[in-house]
Protein backbone atom coordinates (compact mmCIF):
# COMPACT_ATOMS: atom_id res chain seq x y z
CA UNK A 1 0.00 0.00 0.00
CA UNK A 2 1.76 3.65 -0.91
CA UNK A 3 1.59 6.32 1.20
CA UNK A 4 3.14 9.64 1.53
CA UNK A 5 3.25 10.82 5.00
CA UNK A 6 3.40 14.44 5.77
CA UNK A 7 4.73 16.36 8.80
CA UNK A 8 5.86 19.74 10.01
CA UNK A 9 3.35 22.02 8.87
CA UNK A 10 1.61 24.54 10.99
CA UNK A 11 1.73 28.35 12.14
CA UNK A 12 3.94 30.79 11.78
CA UNK A 13 4.87 34.43 11.72
CA UNK A 14 5.87 36.43 8.77
CA UNK A 15 9.86 35.71 8.25
CA UNK A 16 10.10 32.74 9.78
CA UNK A 17 10.83 29.41 8.88
CA UNK A 18 9.43 25.92 8.83
CA UNK A 19 10.29 22.62 7.34
CA UNK A 20 8.05 19.74 5.78
CA UNK A 21 8.76 16.32 5.60
CA UNK A 22 7.22 13.37 3.91
CA UNK A 23 7.74 9.93 4.16
CA UNK A 24 7.01 7.71 1.32
CA UNK A 25 6.11 3.96 1.43
CA UNK A 26 4.97 1.31 -0.59
CA UNK A 27 6.95 1.43 -3.63
CA UNK A 28 10.02 3.27 -5.26
CA UNK A 29 9.18 6.23 -7.65
CA UNK A 30 10.50 8.59 -9.98
CA UNK A 31 10.35 11.43 -8.32
CA UNK A 32 9.01 13.39 -5.50
CA UNK A 33 6.92 16.87 -5.41
CA UNK A 34 5.15 19.45 -3.05
CA UNK A 35 3.04 21.41 -4.49
CA UNK A 36 0.25 23.97 -2.58
CA UNK A 37 -3.37 24.97 -2.79
CA UNK A 38 -3.97 28.35 -1.33
CA UNK A 39 -7.86 29.56 -0.82
CA UNK A 40 -9.34 30.17 -4.16
CA UNK A 41 -6.12 29.35 -6.30
CA UNK A 42 -4.79 26.47 -7.91
CA UNK A 43 -2.79 24.25 -7.25
CA UNK A 44 0.74 24.69 -7.82
CA UNK A 45 3.96 22.64 -7.91
CA UNK A 46 6.21 24.16 -5.45
CA UNK A 47 9.20 22.10 -6.06
CA UNK A 48 10.28 18.85 -6.92
CA UNK A 49 13.35 15.95 -7.01
CA UNK A 50 14.04 12.79 -8.29
CA UNK A 51 13.77 9.67 -6.14
CA UNK A 52 17.22 9.58 -6.12
CA UNK A 53 18.08 13.21 -5.15
CA UNK A 54 20.43 14.48 -7.83
CA UNK A 55 18.25 16.64 -9.75
CA UNK A 56 16.09 19.08 -8.24
CA UNK A 57 13.58 21.99 -9.00
CA UNK A 58 12.10 24.93 -7.29
CA UNK A 59 9.41 27.05 -8.96
CA UNK A 60 10.94 30.16 -10.04
CA UNK A 61 8.98 32.18 -7.52
CA UNK A 62 10.36 30.66 -4.67
CA UNK A 63 13.67 30.35 -5.43
CA UNK A 64 15.94 31.50 -2.83
CA UNK A 65 13.52 30.85 -0.14
CA UNK A 66 12.99 27.17 -0.55
CA UNK A 67 15.34 23.93 -0.48
CA UNK A 68 14.12 20.49 -1.50
CA UNK A 69 15.92 17.90 0.24
CA UNK A 70 16.29 14.36 -0.38
CA UNK A 71 17.43 11.80 2.78
CA UNK A 72 17.83 8.58 0.82
CA UNK A 73 18.96 6.89 4.10
CA UNK A 74 15.83 7.89 5.97
CA UNK A 75 13.65 7.65 2.77
CA UNK A 76 12.22 11.34 3.62
CA UNK A 77 12.36 14.48 1.26
CA UNK A 78 12.12 17.76 3.19
CA UNK A 79 10.83 21.19 1.98
CA UNK A 80 13.00 23.73 3.78
CA UNK A 81 10.91 27.24 3.43
CA UNK A 82 12.27 30.63 4.89
CA UNK A 83 11.67 33.90 4.89
CA UNK A 84 8.04 33.61 4.59
CA UNK A 85 5.41 35.32 3.28
CA UNK A 86 1.17 35.76 4.25
CA UNK A 87 0.95 34.44 0.43
CA UNK A 88 3.19 31.16 1.46
CA UNK A 89 0.07 30.36 3.38
CA UNK A 90 -1.61 27.11 2.05
CA UNK A 91 -2.06 23.49 2.11
CA UNK A 92 1.12 21.68 0.80
CA UNK A 93 0.88 18.38 -0.50
CA UNK A 94 3.66 15.45 -0.95
CA UNK A 95 3.05 13.85 -4.13
CA UNK A 96 4.76 10.91 -6.14
CA UNK A 97 5.58 9.41 -9.79
CA UNK A 98 6.46 6.52 -11.22
CA UNK A 99 6.32 8.54 -15.23
CA UNK A 100 9.74 8.96 -16.19
CA UNK A 101 10.87 12.44 -17.64
CA UNK A 102 10.30 15.71 -15.37
CA UNK A 103 6.98 17.82 -15.24
CA UNK A 104 5.62 20.32 -12.93
CA UNK A 105 1.57 19.47 -13.98
CA UNK A 106 -0.23 17.71 -10.80
CA UNK A 107 -2.05 15.57 -13.14
CA UNK A 108 1.21 13.81 -13.59
CA UNK A 109 1.57 12.75 -9.91
CA UNK A 110 -0.17 9.44 -9.36
CA UNK A 111 -0.43 9.62 -5.32
CA UNK A 112 -0.73 11.89 -3.47
CA UNK A 113 -0.51 12.81 0.34
CA UNK A 114 -3.21 14.13 3.12
CA UNK A 115 -1.50 17.56 3.03
CA UNK A 116 -0.24 19.93 5.90
CA UNK A 117 -1.34 23.51 6.74
CA UNK A 118 0.93 26.04 6.48
CA UNK A 119 -0.41 29.75 7.87
CA UNK A 120 2.08 32.48 8.02
CA UNK A 121 0.33 35.10 9.98
CA UNK A 122 0.94 38.48 9.18
Known amino acids: QVQLVESGGGLVQVGGSLRLSCAPS??????LGWFRRAPGKERELVAR????????YVADSLMGRFTISRDNAKNTVSLQMNSLKPEDTAVYYC?????????????????WGQGTQVTVSS
Open 95 to 111: AARVGVGNTNRALDYTY
Open 26 to 31: GRTFSS
Open 49 to 56: ITWSGDSA
